[in-house]
């Protein structure tokens, strides 16, 4: 429990029996106008108890509590009309006194429930002699409030009173008066109706408290004649009703107030609020209430925890199989693409190159169709590897001669880019491209141009035949890596041959040039014989057939020895 010295208000306003009715509201309004407007907190018991002797007067007689007067009483007096100025304080006071020792005063729970019991808002405290020490109100109880976690957990919703009395400011004070002790209330709400539309709305624009009254009294108003508009406290402080009551407490400790009107977002009237409204919340009823309250939220939570953390199990074991079922996908393209580059690189064959391309895209792609296409000088082309499904024809060889594709495969493969095609009704295609693509059976298809010395050698497509198919990033990336590495390995085969045409055609050319340096070597060895006189022999020359074969390295013919004959005869 708090402090006892802070729920205790010592010093209250104390009266013998035989005063005057005016004088005791004469003092507790002098009480009123002493109230400081800013305070501090050293300020905190002064202000308490100027707000208990404003409140009410303890009647005592031979040192112990007889009566008590309160601001309610004198409502009620006003209310009836009575003439205060010939009354005795003992003809007008509530007797007996709920009171309580000191030494009981150890649970602030019991002060409470005490004063709601009752239905009172003051319970003096006494000694062991029955004599007055002090006084709780509602306001030295909620003030002992301030640090209590309860006030957080109960909104303004939970505690207002919604069927709140109100007034038209015309109503004259007598007639307010008269509603506050009809009603048992301790203050009436000015209002102004919006008679307008299925839905009026009653708006607060000022309000009129017993304190107001018992000023009004002192100052000898005429209440009768004089009407709220005139004297009513304005403009309300209001708050909402989504507000916890910590809002509540310190409202009203800012602005010394005892009640709060509560408002909708239109500014119509909802209820309000006030130090009972906040002490009613720790009643025991509504704290069991509250307990159970709690209970249920703490099952809630629990139960949304439990399944919050299952939800997030199962989210986070799903994103653990993504991204391990992502890695191994990627694991599997870059041992794809790495199997591929090697296969491509070791060979300097260009149909092998091309037909382990197709080979491999097809499996790890798990389409139809994988199929290198190869430009020809008039953009026609043909189909020079190709891996298919049983399923579908084969095109591989196709000497592909369309003039919509002739005509728009430069710009079409401008880019390097993949062309990527869902669904080829839905593509734009030209109709004589769809007639071709519909050929072979394609419904969807990826196409990434290849690019050889920076120039379109080609392209490396996939099909899919059987159904539309929502290509994926990734395959997309992998296709083009595979391009590019196939371009590689075209422009090393292509630059292979070329250097083993190069090559054969130097070695032929080697051959010829020392065969015919072999002729001429042996063709200047031979010159000195040659230059001998030939042997007469009667009316003939003779030369030795042997000699021509071994230093010209020709045997002459018989047709050949008849020509030179001839030749010999004309010399």
Known sequence: MAKRDEVIVRYPLVVSPDVKVTDAIAQMGNSHLSCSTHRTADDLLDELSLEARSSCVLVVADEKVVGILTERDIVRLCAQQQRLDDLEIHQVMTQPVITLRE?????????????????????????????????????????????????????????????????????????????????????????????????PLRRPIGIVTERDLVQFRTLELDLEGCTAAEVMSTPVFVIKPEASLVAVQQTMEQHLIRRLVVTGKRGELLGIVTQTSVLKAFNPLELYRLA?????????????????????????????????????????RETLLAQVANRIYNSLDIQEISDTCVSEVRSFLSCDRVLVYQFQPDWSGVIVSESVDDSYSSALGNQIQDSCLQQQAATLYSSDHPIVINDIDAAGYSDCHIRLLRQYQVKANLVVPIRVSGQLWGLLIGHQCASYRDWQIEEMTLLQRISV??????????????????????????????????????????????????????????????DCAVHLGYRPKSGDLTKIGKIAAQL
């Not at 309250?293 to 953390?309: D, F, I, S, T």
Request: a negative charge; hydrophobic letters at 45%; aromatic letters at 4%.
């Open 485 to 546: 590495n196939l371009a590689i390995a075209l422009k090393q085969a292509t630059t292979y041959q070329q250097l083993q045409v190069q090559l054969r055609d130097r070695l032929q050319a080697e051959a010829l040039l020392r065969e015919s340096q072999q002729r001429y070597a042996t063709l200047a060895a031979a010159v000195p014989v040659l230059k001998q006189p030939a042997l007469p022999s009667g009316n003939r020359f003779e030369w030795n057939i042997s």
């Open 292 to 332: 159970q309250g709690l209970e249920r939220k703490v099952v809630c939570l629990e139960a949304e925890k439990v399944a919050l953390l299952q939800d997030r199990a199962v989210e986070l074991e799903q994103q653990i199989q993504d991204r391990t079922a992502a890695l191994k996908a990627q694991a599997e």
């Open 103 to 199: 030494s009981e005063l150890t649970d602030l729970f019991f002060a409470i429930n005490l004063l709601q019991q009752h239905q009172i808002r003051h319970l003096p405290i006494l000694d062991e002699q029955q004599c007055l020490i002090g006084m709780v109100t509602h306001a030295s109880l909620r003030q002992s409030l301030r640090p209590l976690d309860l006030l957080q957990l109960r909104l303004v919703a939970d505690v207002m009173t919604c069927d709140v009395i109100c007034a038209s400011p015309h109503n004259s004070l007598l007639k307010i008066a008269q509603l506050m002790t009809e009603h048992q209330v301790s203050s009436v709400v000015i209002v102004e109706s919006n008679d307008s539309g299925d839905d």
